[in-house]
């Protein structure tokens, strides 16, 4: 497919959802469970389509599926057809990222004025090219680009799920925990907003609580973690109940420490085996 990596200055602001576009049509092709098949109905729908904003929206969504099979030529195919210049380079860095072609995303992308992009768009392309900055050791250019993912978005729901994810490049990658803790201090004060999943909240929570004992703050942490009130849901009550054990280890209170695993290995078997490890260590 053509080159894109020429760096994209303007972006029409101007966008209407799948879901406005073919409101009926993308309902039920994003119902199936087949990637393939999905895939080869958004083709049809794109080729049907009257107007070039939906003809752009069904290859993108075409492309996208095929990525999930991966069909990466067929994706190529479909990117290709997209007109509009920067839902085209969106969809290659898309392509790019799921491949893990993490070099040739940030080569092809490095020009790009991702702050000038359709607003929709900004904050996953910052997110995708800060975590392959990361991954090459290029922190400046990487936490640039986490400030561009996480400013771009108002909605609190949204800015919290990307907190969860900005927070793993900090973890994994970058390895900063007060750099971490203070993204995530930004999102904490919506933690009991209806709108926010209980998924990111309890992931987010455990992981705060957890970099607090990592810290040097592990009264605080355990505070914070007994005064978070969660859902109902097993594998979430295993994580509470995992960082609780991990912070009491941290304080060298091995009893309480194994309290909590075995609490979590109980109320979540599945996962009862990823605590051996950890219980081994408190023996």
């Not at 049907?48 to 030529?73: I, R």
């Not at 975590?131 to 561009?148: F, G, P, Q, V, W």
């Not at 925990?177 to 933690?191: M, R, S, Y």
Request: hydrophobic residues 45%; proline residues 3%.
């Amino acid at each position: 497919m053509k080159n894109f990596a020429i760096a994209i200055m303007t972006v029409c602001s101007f966008f209407l959802t799948a879901a406005e576009l073919f409101p009926e049509a993308f309902q039920r092709i994003g119902r199936m469970k087949n990637p393939a098949e999905a895939e080869k109905a958004y083709a049809e729908l794109a080729n049907t389509a009257g107007e070039a904003v939906q003809k752009d929206a069904a290859f993108h969504a075409a492309a996208q599926k095929a990525v999930k099979a991966k069909n990466f030529e067929n994706a190529e195919t479909y990117i290709a057809s997209i007109t509009d210049t920067g839902l085209r380079a969106f969809a290659t860095m898309e392509m790019r990222f799921a491949r893990r072609q993490f070099k040739q995303l940030v080569t092809e992308s490095k020009d790009f004025q991702l702050e000038q992009w359709r607003k929709d768009l900004i904050p996953e392309a910052a997110y995708m090219r800060a975590y392959s900055y990361a991954l090459m050791k290029n922190r400046t250019a990487a936490e640039k680009d986490i400030n561009t993912a996480f400013n771009s978005i108002t909605d609190p729901a949204a800015k919290y799920r990307m907190a969860h994810k900005l927070s793993s490049i900090y973890s994994d990658l970058i390895h900063d925990d007060a750099a971490e803790i203070a993204l995530l201090q930004v999102v904490l004060p919506n933690t009991k907003l209806p709108a926010v999943e209980h998924f990111y909240r309890q992931r987010i929570v455990c992981r705060y609580a957890y970099l607090l004992g990592k810290t040097g703050k592990v009264d605080e942490g355990i505070k914070f973690m007994t005064e978070y009130k969660g859902d109902k849901a097993t594998s979430r009550i295993f994580r509470i109940k995992q960082t609780l054990g991990d912070l009491y280890a941290m304080k060298g209170d091995k009893a309480s420490a194994l309290k909590f695993y075995q609490e979590a290995q109980k109320i979540y078997p599945p996962w009862a085996k990823s605590l051996e490890r950890s219980i081994k260590a408190l023996q």
